[in-house]
C-alpha cells in the first residue's frame, strides 16, 4: 500500500510497452499484445502471455496488437493493457489514484491525443499527461534540450518513425511517417510471397530481419554478416508446408521502400530547419533512438544519404520511458511541452 499518490510513465508502443514508476525506474517490460475471449469481450491475457498466443488462438480467443503506427486502433483493449500496467504496478487495492505520464507520436492527431488521456483516467489515472516521443527519446538520451542549439533525434519504433529537431526546450521542426519496424517484416512478408510464393507470418519476418536484414547491399557492407537463412512457411500454389533459403540481398531488396520513406521523412526535416541550427547538426550530427533504430548498418545507411553524422544512442529501446522518468521527476520545468488533463 502506497502513502502517498505515486507518478508512473507508460510508453505505449506499438510492439513493447515500458513502465516507469517513480523512483524505482523500469518496472515493467512487455509486448504490446492483448487476448480477448470473442464471446464475452473479457481480457484473457496480457503482455508476454498474450504474445506467445499469436497465431496460436482458437476461433474463441482473438490476440491482437490495440495500437496501429504508434497510436490507439483499439479503445477498449488499449484500456484494459493500461489499467492492467498500473494494477501491476500499484496492486489491485488502489487507494490513492496515480499521476500518469503517457509517451505519443508527436504526429498524433488532437483526436488520437484525447483517447490515450482518456484510456489513461479510464483506468484508473487520478491526474494524465501526454509526452512527444521526440522529446523523450531525446531527454532520455541524456541531451540537454535547454540550450540555445539544436539537436537532432530520429525515433524508430515498431509502428512509426519520427525526426525532430529541438532547440531552448522546444521542437523546432518535426516530421512523422507511419512506418517503422513492422513495416520492414510487412515488406519481407510480401516480398517472400511474390518471389518464392510463400507464406509466412510476423514473427518468421521479423526473424529474418534480425537475423540477415541490412540497410546497405551486400556490395557497400564492410561488416560480416550471415548471409542466408532458412524459414519454413506455407506454399501459396498447394497450401503445404515447405522450406527455403533467403539472402540478405532478398531482405535488402524487400525493405527499400519503408527505408526510403523514413529517410525522405528525415530530409525534410533538414530542408525546414533554420541554418543556425542546420550547423548544429552538421556538427552533432543525428541521435538515432528506439528499437528499429538498431536495424543493422542503418545509421551507416543515413549517414551516407543525408550527408551528417548519425549515431545510435546507448541504450535505444529504452530512451523514451527513460525520458518519461527525467519529466515525471520534474514536471512544472517541463510543464509547457505536456498536454494534461
Known amino acids: 500500500m502506497f502513502a502517498l499518490s505515486k507518478r508512473i510513465g507508460v510508453d505505449l508502443g506499438t510492439v513493447n510497452s515500458f513502465v516507469w514508476l517513480q523512483g524505482r525506474g523500469v518496472v515493467v517490460e512487455e509486448p504490446t499484445v492483448v487476448a480477448v475471449s470473442l464471446k464475452d469481450k473479457r481480457v484473457v491475457a496480457v503482455g508476454t502471455v498474450a504474445h506467445h498466443m499469436l497465431g496460436r488462438t482458437p476461433g474463441t480467443i482473438v490476440a491482437s496488437k490495440p495500437l496501429k503506427h504508434g497510436v490507439i486502433a483499439d479503445y477498449a483493449v488499449t484500456e484494459a493493457l493500461l489499467r492492467f500496467f498500473l494494477q501491476k504496478v500499484m496492486g489491485r487495492g488502489i487507494i490513492l489514484k496515480p499521476e500518469v505520464m503517457v509517451s505519443v507520436p508527436a504526429g498524433s492527431t488532437q483526436v488520437e491525443r484525447r483517447a490515450v488521456l482518456e484510456a489513461a483516467l479510464s483506468a484508473g489515472a487520478r491526474k494524465a499527461y501526454l509526452l512527444d516521443e521526440p522529446l523523450a527519446a531525446i531527454i532520455g538520451a541524456g541531451i540537454p534540450i535547454a540550450e540555445a542549439s539544436g539537436n537532432m533525434v530520429l525515433n524508430i519504433g515498431g509502428g512509426a518513425a519520427e525526426a525532430a529537431v529541438i532547440s531552448l526546450g522546444g521542437v523546432v521542426a518535426s516530421k512523422s511517417v507511419r512506418v517503422g519496424g513492422n513495416a520492414l517484416d510487412e515488406a519481407i512478408q510480401k516480398y517472400i510471397k511474390k518471389k518464392y510464393n510463400l507464406v509466412i507470418g510476423e514473427m518468421t519476418a521479423e526473424h529474418i530481419k534480425i ?74 550530427g543525428v541521435m538515432m533512438t528506439g528499437g528499429t533504430a538498431q536495424f543493422s548498418d542503418l545509421g551507416r545507411r543515413l549517414s551516407d544519404e543525408l550527408s551528417v553524422p548519425v549515431s545510435l544512442s546507448e541504450d535505444p529501446l529504452h530512451c523514451v520511458i527513460k525520458g518519461i522518468g527525467v519529466v515525471l521527476d520534474d514536471i512544472d520545468t517541463y510543464r509547457h511541452v505536456l498536454k494534461e488533463k
Not at 540477415?212 to 500454389?237: F, N, P
Not at 550547423?279 to 552533432?284: G, L, M, Q, R, V
Request: aromatic residues 2%.
Open 211 to 284: 537475423e540477415i536484414g541490412s540497410a546497405l547491399t551486400s556490395a557497400s557492407q564492410r561488416t560480416s554478416h550471415k548471409q542466408m537463412v532458412e524459414i519454413k512457411g506455407r506454399d501459396a500454389v498447394n497450401g503445404l508446408p515447405r522450406e527455403i533459403e533467403v539472402s540478405r540481398d532478398d531482405v535488402y531488396e524487400a525493405i527499400q521502400s519503408p527505408l526510403n520513406i523514413i529517410i525522405g521523412m528525415v530530409k525534410r526535416v533538414l530542408e525546414e530547419v533554420p541554418p543556425e541550427l542546420a550547423s548544429d547538426i552538421i556538427d552533432k
